[in-house]
């Protein structure tokens, strides 16, 4: 039996799941948001729990065990808590501000480089840090993931844009000796 999959999921005060055939949606007071049924796996709502079962003990439905019961608890705290990451941007001249839907930052090259932000993800800018939130997991970790590729920070002195919580290995630069 799967570790994940067999835990059972808390449904909190102010949450509503509904289970369909095919899909589940999760209101709070936050959002709404729906996920597809797997195929081979079954969710019940035993009053105030969730469940995931799995209809056999084939290799298929074992893996898609653990997800979908992982996939419906980060719908339960997204629609709640909501989930959030914090971006770093370090470097001589680099700037990022807020321009209605739209980051604009100047990252050392020759122009200004753009991020229109999907529907239902926000963004705080404070100094030269990015906040990213939304209810979704998936896609504040995607657009996370999308402005951090614009830049990536480099190992020499660590300019570009990383992760609050991310260590970035330094290198020591040339080594060769005077003749």
């Not at 005060?13 to 369909?20: F, Q």
Request: cysteine-free.
């Amino acid at each position: 039996m799967s570790r994940i999959g067999k835990l059972p999921i808390a449904i909190p005060s102010g949450v509503t799941i509904t289970v369909d055939p095919d899909n589940i949606t999760v209101a709070g007071s936050k959002g709404t948001l729906t996920q597809f049924t797997m195929p081979g796996v079954t969710v019940k709502q035993e009053g105030d729990q969730v469940l995931v079962t799995r209809i056999n003990d084939e290799a298929p439905n074992r893996a898609k065990h653990g997800l979908m019961r992982t996939l419906v608890n980060n719908m339960v705290t997204g629609v709640t808590q909501g989930f959030s990451k914090k971006l770093e941007i370090n470097g001589v001249g680099f700037r990022v501000a807020l321009a209605g839907s739209d980051l604009k930052m100047n990252l050392g090259f020759s122009h200004e480089v753009v991020y229109h932000l999907p529907q239902g993800i926000q963004a705080v800018v404070e100094q030269n840090t990015i906040t990213i939130s939304g209810i979704d997991k998936q896609k504040v970790g995607q657009v996370a993931a999308e402005i951090r590729a614009l830049k990536k920070p480099e190992p020499y002195k660590g300019k570009g844009i990383k992760y609050a919580d991310e260590r970035i290995i330094r290198k020591s630069g040339k080594s060769g000796k005077d003749k």
